[in-house]
T-cell receptor, first 113, second 111 residues
Framework: DAMVIQNPRYQVTQFGKPVTLSCSQT?????MYWYQQKSSQAPKLLFH???????NEADTPDNFQSRRPNTSFCFLDIRSPGLGDAAMYLC????????????FGPGTRLTVT | AQSVTQLGSHVSVSEGALVLLRCNYS??????LFWYVQYPNQGLQLLLK??????LVKGINGFEAEFKKSETSFHLTKPSAHMSDAAEYFC?????????FGQGTTLQVKP
């Protein structure tokens, strides 16, 4: 089945230690998204790609970076995680038109110690 | 700019009772509307969507929603709640290539 895969499902990192989360998709969608979701809140969009075109949300901290080496893969890098970055990180994909219906991965739960 | 408001952050129903989760939207263009469900420690799963055409849309797990333009609403219903329906539900509108989410409604189902 076509799907969005996120690895790892659970990640523990130390305060200030860089961490990378990965996302892959078999849907061949050209748009990919990264969200941060904290407890009891809606997902918050960090950035998204149209193909290789990167779009950063205005309020996304500089501490968060992303790479998309090809259509199938996308990475979220947190350069110096703080305690406030502990959250669920969700990857999603969509076709560009017309509805931008998004398909979500299972998420990576990040813990910062 | 588009926006979504979900009325009621927590809804509690008895098993077998009607489920009604409310969603109102604001959009300057014909909206594309979605309902997603999220179980604990999982991603979001699409329940149903409205794009064009029939205003009553049916989704998975027995859920349906009706698009009412005059009321700018897209409420989610299910005739008979099941224990497995307990989850977080998000209404969303598509805008500018993104999804604008409501704040979510937690559905509790009591035995």
């Amino acid at each position: 089945d076509a799907m969005v895969i996120q690895n790892p499902r659970y990640q523990v990192t130390q305060f200030g230690k860089p961490v990378t989360l990965s996302c892959s998709q078999t849907l061949n969608h050209n748009v990919m998204y990264w969200y941060q979701q904290k407890s009891s809140q809606a997902p918050k969009l960090l950035f998204h790609y149209y193909d290789k075109d990167f779009n950063n949300e205005a309020d996304t901290p500089d501490n968060f970076q992303s790479r998309r080496p090809n259509t199938s893969f996308c990475f979220l890098d947190i350069r110096s995680p703080g305690l406030g970055d502990a959250a669920m990180y969700l990857c999603a994909t969509s076709r560009e038109e017309p509805y931008y219906e998004q398909y979500f991965g299972p998420g990576t739960r990040l813990t910062v110690t | 700019a588009q926006s979504v408001t979900q009325l009621g952050s927590h809804v509690s129903v008895s098993e077998g009772a009607l489920v009604l989760l409310r969603c109102n939207y604001s959009s300057s263009v014909p909206p594309y509307l979605f309902w997603y469900v999220q179980y604990p420690n999982q991603g979001l799963q699409l329940l149903l969507k409205y794009t064009t055409g029939a205003t009553l849309v049916k989704g998975i797990n027995g859920f349906e929603a009706e698009f009412k333009k005059s009321e700018t609403s897209f409420h989610l219903t299910k005739p008979s709640a099941h224990m497995s329906d307990a989850a977080e539900y998000f209404c969303a509108v598509s805008g500018g290539g993104k999804l604008i989410f409501g704040q979510g409604t937690t559905l509790q189902v009591k035995p």
